[in-house]
């Protein structure tokens, strides 16, 4: 009876410990898989998404940027005829989010942008940014909700990646 006991403190004292690990351990994970993370904010993307996977506002139409609504439907235009080429950057084998609407924003027009993201790690968080050099201002035009994973997002990374090592880390 007391060995029964001292093993299961041993194993209590374990899992104790692997339970305090798992900061470094998702972090890890984070850094093992930092393309998977870009590669699903850059879907988003190209699907139009933003980090609360909501689509991405303002559209071509509403953008101040275009003086008028023919110079707004001009560049939708244009950007509707190279989906099916940006849609070919699409990396993971599963959509997350439907086709956006054509006057929706993609965030792509030549990939500096989108090539130009890094991942930092720490304290079992994650930061997604990029050195493209206007990238602080597309950032801002789209409420700071550009850098990050929505929810359908999370939830595919959760379950395909730090789910399953957490579990082994924690010997379950």
Same mark, same amino acid.
Request: aromatic letters at 12%; a positive charge; proline letters at 5%.
């Given at each position: &009876? /007391?060995?029964? !006991?001292?093993?299961?403190? +041993?194993? =209590?004292?374990?899992?104790?410990?692997?339970?305090?690990?798992?900061?470094?351990?998702?972090?890890?994970?984070?850094?093992?898989?930092?393309?998977?993370?870009?590669?699903?904010?850059?879907?988003?993307?190209?699907?139009?998404?933003?980090?609360?996977?909501?689509?991405?506002?303002?559209?071509?139409?509403?953008?101040?940027?275009?003086?008028?609504?023919?110079?707004?439907?001009?560049?939708?235009? &244009? /950007?509707?005829? !190279?989906?099916?080429?940006? +849609?070919? =950057?699409?990396?993971?084998?599963?959509?997350?989010?439907?086709?956006?609407?054509?006057?929706?924003?993609?965030?792509?027009?030549?990939?500096?942008?989108?090539?130009?993201?890094?991942?930092?790690?720490?304290?079992?968080?994650?930061?997604?940014?990029?050195?493209?050099?206007?990238?602080?201002?597309?950032?801002?035009?789209?409420?700071?909700?550009?850098?990050?994973?929505?929810?359908?997002?999370?939830?595919?990374?959760?379950?395909?990646?730090?789910?399953?090592?957490?579990?082994?880390?924690?010997?379950?």
């Amino acid at each position: &009876m /007391k060995q029964q !006991l001292r093993n299961k403190i +041993r194993q =209590f004292n374990k899992l104790s410990q692997a339970i305090k690990e798992i900061p470094q351990v998702a972090d890890k994970v984070v850094s093992d898989n930092a393309d998977i993370l870009k590669s699903l904010n850059r879907d988003q993307m190209l699907l139009g998404r933003n980090t609360d996977g909501e689509l991405f506002s303002p559209t071509y139409q509403q953008d101040p940027y275009f003086k008028t609504k023919d110079q707004a439907d001009w560049y939708a235009g &244009m /950007k509707y005829r !190279l989906e099916g080429e940006h +849609r070919s =950057f699409i990396w993971n084998p599963v959509y997350l989010y439907p086709e956006k609407p054509k006057n929706v924003p993609n965030l792509i027009v030549t990939g500096s942008f989108h090539d130009h993201m890094f991942i930092t790690t720490g304290n079992g968080q994650y930061t997604i940014e990029s050195t493209y050099v206007e990238s602080k201002d597309i950032e801002k035009k789209y409420n700071n909700k550009v850098f990050g994973l929505a929810p359908k997002s999370k939830e595919y990374f959760w379950q395909e990646y730090l789910r399953k090592e957490l579990l082994k880390h924690l010997g379950l």
